[in-house]
């Protein structure tokens, strides 16, 4: 079958867009039990959009999500977007881990068209769910010229987010994905985008990430520092991880003995915060031969030290990649 002009290709991946629960409850269903097509048989009419063609990646909790799958979203997205009848991708995702895909993708996937990603607070039994608006949302944003060359964006709740600074931000809000103190950089209003803003940052075609040789992403552990937070746990995640990410107190703190750990790592170690708005930059730094990860959060700067790790063990290098994207 010969694709037609201006396609939207709808990857979906599960999460509570896809829930399915006892009729009109918002709590105690069961994420990814619907299929794409059946989201989209509840948005009239969005054949008008766009032409619409579904991909089932996989129908999980987004906690289930795994590098495996990244690594199949960013193959279909570079194939297919050499596809000239495709316009663009959304991708529907749970919202629990949906900043660290959209991160990842924005860093890995090479091509200036559109990509969305989107999902929903409210399974699609609840009254007034969410999906529906959100997937349609996501669908115009993914047509709109707009939004091409932008980097994969978040459409969620009648607002544009980039993949870098896009976070879950509530359990149980319907704006729970937001950007935080960053904000939105564009809204949509039926079916119309209207961007404001874009990002310095490098993305994209842009990236030098190459992750289509690989079946498998280094591993990286993020450590959530604490008072009493435990040494041995510290000892044995350097062990068996390939980087460190430190979710550390305030300005990236932690312990004197942690400090001493983290200075002796033979991995690469990252810098951030467990503050909300936990910017750390390198003249913050406290401890030797660690990076620092600007404002990226402990989990969207374990995305991006897995990505350095295919390229470079070397700690200068890494941080350069911090500075950078
Ligand atoms: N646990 C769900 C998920 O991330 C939450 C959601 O989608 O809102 O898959």
């Known amino acids: 079958m010969v694709r037609r002009r201006g396609t939207i290709l709808v990857l979906a991946t ?87 895909t959209a991160y990842f993708l924005n860093l890995t996937v090479k091509t200036k068209k559109s990509v969305i990603i989107t999902g929903a607070m409210r399974p699609a039994t609840a009254i007034s769910a969410d999906g529906p608006m959100n997937l349609y949302q996501a669908v115009c944003a993914a047509a709109a010229p707009e939004t091409e060359g932008q980097g994969v964006l978040a459409v969620f709740a009648d607002r544009i987010y980039t993949a870098r600074s896009v976070t879950k931000t509530s359990t149980y809000q319907l704006t729970a994905i937001s950007a935080g103190r960053m904000g939105a950089i564009g809204v949509i209003r039926d079916g119309k985008v209207y961007l404001y803003e874009t990002t310095f940052k490098t993305h994209t075609h842009k990236s030098e990430f190459d992750v289509s040789r690989l079946d498998k992403l280094p591993s990286v552990s993020i450590l959530y520092f604490h008072v009493d937070a435990s040494a041995e746990f510290l000892k044995f995640a350097i062990e068996h991880s390939d980087g460190i990410v430190i979710a550390g107190a305030g300005a990236g703190e932690v312990s004197l003995e942690y400090g001493k750990i983290i200075e002796s790592a033979d991995v690469p170690v990252v810098i951030s915060s467990r503050v909300d708005d936990g910017l750390i930059t390198e003249d913050m730094l406290l401890f030797e031969g660690t990076i620092a990860a600007n404002n990226l959060s402990p989990q969207k700067a374990a995305v991006l030290l897995r990505l350095a790790l295919t390229v470079t063990k070397d700690k200068e290098h890494i941080a350069n990649m911090f500075a950078k994207y």
């Open 14 to 100: 599960g999460g509570t867009i896809a829930g399915v629960g006892e009729q009109g409850n918002i709590a105690g269903y069961r994420p990814g039990r619907l299929t794409a097509d059946e989201l989209l048989k509840e948005i009239p009419n969005i054949e008008d959009v766009a032409p619409i063609e579904t991909v089932q990646i996989c129908n999980v909790n987004s906690d289930d999500i795994t590098a495996d799958i990244w690594l199949q979203l960013a193959a279909i997205i570079n194939r297919e977007s050499k596809d000239d009848n495709v316009k663009g991708f959304v991708i529907t995702h749970g919202t629990d881990t949906l900043e660290e």
